[in-house]
């Protein structure tokens, strides 16, 4: 069964807008990851954040992490049309597995 | 760098044959998975391998047989193909486990009639 589910399914944002797309899990983890997936393409890795970690960032996105709530979210500021993806999270599992959500759709409109 | 490829890029079967996907890494990286993806499931990992020699189950392996003779490379195998099986395919590589990043091929889009 998956892990993580991410939460909306789909998101339509105007150029510049910021986006945000939580996700929530089951179990306790380790680390959680977040991923990028352009149409008709392969994931992409965006970040990775640690069970002891807060918050973390990288150029234009912030993730947060609330183990207490078994919830983390992206955040995409200044969206580009660029952003246009699907996004999802993904929770470690026992025996060096990964568990992902379905994803969050992305919309950017020019 | 190529990073990680996959043979082929499409394919489309008839009900009972079999085929096999290639995956290849030039990364060096012990761990790999195969995974596929259907509409509004995500991703869903049907076997893996962490290290040359092994292979291991993941929530999907009905229907699918893998083998990681080479390091670099990860097959997997559909013996009876079934409409059921009609996916896109995805290989990803990593260097340690859940602890570190998936690198991802393309993907293979099969369809099975």
């Known amino acids: 069964s998956q892990q993580g589910e991410e939460d909306p399914q789909a998101l339509s944002i105007q150029e510049g807008e910021n986006a945000t797309m939580n996700c929530s899990y089951k179990t306790s983890i380790n680390n959680l990851q977040w991923y990028r997936q352009n149409s008709g393409r392969g994931l992409v890795h965006l970040i990775l954040i640690r069970s002891n970690e807060r918050e973390k960032h990288s150029g234009r996105l912030r993730v947060t992490l609330d183990t207490s709530k078994k919830s983390s979210s992206l955040l995409i500021t200044a969206s580009r049309a660029a952003d246009t993806a699907s996004y999802f999270c993904?929770?470690?599992?026992?025996?060096?597995?990964?568990?992902f959500g379905a994803g969050t759709t992305v919309t950017v409109r020019a | 760098n190529a990073g990680v490829t996959q043979t082929p890029k499409f394919r489309v079967l008839k009900t009972g044959q079999s085929m096999t996907l290639l995956c290849a890494q030039d990364?060096?990286?012990?761990?790999m998975y195969w995974y596929r993806q259907d509409p509004g499931m995500g991703l869903r990992l049907i076997h893996y391998?962490?290290?040359?020699?092994?292979?291991a189950k993941g929530e999907v392996p009905d229907g699918y047989n893998v083998s990681r003779l080479k390091k670099q490379n990860f097959l997997l195998g559909l013996e009876s193909a079934a409409p059921s099986q009609t996916s896109v395919y995805f290989c990803?590589?990593?260097?340690?486990?859940?602890?570190?990043?998936?690198?991802f091929g393309p993907g293979t889009r099969l369809t099975v009639t």
């Open positions: 990803a590589s990593s260097y340690g486990g859940s602890f570190y990043e998936q690198y």
């Open positions: 391998s962490v290290g040359e020699g092994t292979t």
């Open positions: 990364m060096n990286h012990e761990y």
């Open positions: 993904a929770s470690d599992m026992v025996d060096y597995k990964l568990s």
